[in-house]
């Protein structure tokens, strides 16, 4: 993947960089074979680019299932290994009904109603608290 843009090839997700974000979006659903591509190269990217976010769009997914939740759960886990911050953004409100009928928590995932204002998250430092209440910060 380059440092720009990358082309959708079959079975492919894009993934755009923007800055020090990785932006992914989307579209329709995602099978098996290309999850695990996704769940590939976005772990190779972070690693050799040294990004510390990733944006998921799924405003253009109709439905969530439980594949396509753990998949958003085990991308975001991945990524937080790798020193990077996942938020998905511009969830539906049937999308959001679908994953809490299905008892789908998706730890570690951060959610964001926009990409703009996913963006903004990402922006924000992390605030953590040590033992004994001590506040740290970091980008």
Known sequence: MSEGFSRPVAGHVPVLRLGDVLLVTLQGDL????????????????????????VIDISGVEVV???????LAEIAAQTELLAARTVVAGMRPAVAITLVELGLTLPGVRTALTTEAAMELLARPVVTFRSGGTREESP
């Open 31 to 54: 099978y098996d074979s290309t999850a695990h591509q996704l769940q590939q190269d976005l772990s190779e990217t972070i690693a050799r680019s040294g990004v510390t976010g990733v």
């Open 65 to 71: 299932d439980s594949f396509l939740g753990r998949v």
